[in-house]
């Protein structure tokens, strides 16, 4: 990648806050002007001639001013950006709201979901966490309607599964509650293997249940995320980009419909680290759906225990300081909850 002195890294930076805010091209003559810059225009055409060459701008007409390339944007973000942290008082509010449901797993993925799209004002993304090895907390018999029965498995961390199964005779629920409890005490903190591995006596009721709750338990596993909210897809579509482009809002479309999420999210190179966030720009070569998109992900969580994914994403022109410091801040939060949790 060309080496950028000072001056040029300046007038690179300030056309990517330019079109950030604008999404219009920017001139020469705007940077003189609205940054007061010792520089002359032509001083400034030139290096934006360099920067264009260097792959780092573009110019979509010959009369319009620059507007940054993905390489820019790269640069930009991997050595020109400063880094930034949220205001005191928003991550005192934050941590509030999270403080107010840390009980509740489902409510605070939505609530993560809700403050990442508000904060990055662009689309979001959270995936509930996924525990890396599945062990079985509390199983539950409800009797519901004379011989159903409403089966409820709970897996360390929160994570609810139910069925419902059909007896030959009617069964009280005194009978049931025996049942779950003597099943709960026996498996509780084991996984699937260690369950499986027991020698016991078990009721053909029994058998049933212990054959659905060992494959929920080893679909689980197999899950690359658990469950995937989204957030903030008007932010996106509101965006020129999106309103006048068909291939961004196929995309976005894609995204919505959950083809792409899991396997950007299992590619995704994390490196098993929970504090680092990640951009992913244009698609990075890899996803040409996204090329007209950028992510910010971040994992959180405890690895070897219990991780999820969290991010935003948005037109390429996206404001990288801030949503990095958001997702990294709320990544540092839900990983905390985990902890606690699990």
Same mark, same amino acid.
């Given at each position: 990648m060309e080496k950028l002195n000072n001056r040029q890294q300046k007038i690179l930076s300030l056309i990517i806050h330019e079109h950030i805010q604008s999404a219009e091209p920017v001139a020469s003559n705007r940077l003189v002007n609205d940054y007061n810059l010792d520089l002359s225009s032509a001083t400034v055409r030139?290096?934006?001639?360099?920067?264009?060459?260097?792959?780092?701008?573009?110019?979509?007409?010959?009369?319009?001013?620059?507007?940054?390339?993905?390489?820019?944007?790269?640069?930009f973000v991997g050595n020109l950006m400063r880094n930034t942290t949220l205001p005191e008082d928003a991550r005192r509010t934050i941590?509030?709201?999270?403080?107010?449901?840390?009980?509740?797993?489902?409510?605070?993925?939505?609530?993560?979901?809700?403050?990442l799209a508000n904060q990055s004002k662009a689309a979001s993304l959270v995936t509930s966490p996924h525990a890396e090895q599945v062990r079985f907390k509390h199983l539950e018999l409800i009797a519901t309607h004379n011989t159903q029965i409403l089966v409820v498995l709970v897996l360390e961390g929160?994570?609810?599964?139910?069925?419902?199964?059909?007896? $030959?005779?009617?069964?009280?629920?005194?009978? +049931?509650?025996?049942?779950?409890?003597? &099943?709960?005490? =026996?498996? %509780?903190?084991?996984?699937?293997?260690?369950?499986?591995?027991?020698?016991?006596?078990?009721?053909?009721?029994?058998?049933?249940?212990?054959?659905?709750?060992?494959?929920?338990?080893?679909?689980?596993?197999?899950?690359?995320?658990?469950?995937?909210?989204?957030?903030?897809?008007?932010?996106?579509?509101?965006?020129?980009?999106?309103?006048?482009? $068909?291939?961004?809002?196929?995309?976005?479309? +894609?995204?919505?419909?959950?083809?792409? &999420?899991?396997? =950007?999210? %299992?590619?995704s190179g994390f490196n098993d680290q929970t504090n680092g966030v990640q951009v992913l720009i244009g698609g990075e070569g890899t996803w040409d759906e996204l090329k007209q998109m950028s992510i910010i992900l971040a994992k959180y969580g405890l690895p070897g225990v219990a991780t999820g994914t969290l991010g935003v994403f948005g037109p390429i022109r996206m404001s990288y300081g801030h949503s990095i410091s958001i997702v990294r801040f709320l990544s540092s939060l839900l990983s905390d909850f985990v902890a606690e949790q699990w």
């Open positions: 030139n290096e934006m001639a360099f920067l264009t060459e260097s792959g780092f701008l573009r110019q979509p007409h010959t009369s319009a001013g620059r507007v940054p390339t993905e390489e820019g944007y790269r640069y941590s509030h709201q999270f403080y107010q449901s840390r009980n509740d797993i489902s409510n605070w993925m939505h609530l993560a979901a809700s403050i929160g994570e609810i599964h139910q069925n419902v199964f059909t007896t $030959d005779v009617p069964v009280n629920q005194e009978d +049931l509650s025996q049942v779950s409890n003597r &099943l709960s005490a =026996l498996f %509780s903190g084991k996984d699937r293997h260690a369950i499986q591995a027991l020698e016991n006596q078990y009721s053909d009721l029994e058998k049933s249940i212990l054959d659905w709750f060992l494959l929920e338990m080893e679909q689980t596993e197999n899950l690359t995320a658990g469950e995937v909210i989204l957030d903030g897809l008007t932010n996106v579509l509101a965006e020129p980009e999106f309103m006048e482009s $068909d291939d961004a809002r196929k995309a976005l479309k +894609l995204i919505e419909e959950r083809t792409l &999420l899991q396997d =950007l999210i %299992s590619r």
